[in-house]
């Protein structure tokens, strides 16, 4: 698994497509094994998602993704999780653990936010309970990642 996080003086930056950097942390058994700091092209319509694709990521935790930016995505079946703000770090291992916080103050993977989400189960780290089907075109395994 390869996870990239868009960063900015070295906390999750607040925009996908403008980042100035990702950290890009390769993932073996649930385990960080190293984290490459990676300087993208300039910003350009469709440009990052299709960047990172190619750069093998395969799940995105950014705090924001522009609407545009998450069809490439669902197309290239890159999972992304949107409301994840702090330290990069700590959010992959939250990830990972399967505890990852999303902030309700930006849209959550359902392209909603959690006071408007249908789901009547407790909200775990993709917005909803894993016993629900998570939605959302391209997302093999759930938009949080994990085999629901």
């Not at 990972?96 to 103050?105: F, Q």
């Amino acid at each position: 698994m390869k996870i990239a996080i868009p960063v900015e003086e070295g906390m999750i930056s607040s925009h996908f497509g403008h980042t100035k950097e990702f950290y890009i942390y390769d993932v073996e058994d649930k385990k960080i094994v190293r984290r490459v700091n990676d300087i993208p092209p300039e910003h350009k319509p469709g440009v990052i998602p299709r960047y990172l694709y190619l750069l093998g990521v395969d799940t995105i935790l950014a705090t924001k993704i522009g609407d545009s930016a998450k069809r490439i995505l669902d197309t290239l079946k890159v999972n992304y999780i949107v409301g994840v703000k702090g330290e990069p770090t700590d959010n992959v291992e939250a990830f990972l653990s399967g505890y990852l916080e999303v902030s309700d103050e930006v849209s959550s993977c359902c392209g909603h936010k959690d006071d408007d989400c249908d789901h009547d189960e407790g909200h775990t780290c993709c917005g909803h309970s894993h016993e629900d089907e998570c939605h959302g075109t391209g997302r093999q395994k759930g938009c949080c990642g994990h085999n629901h």
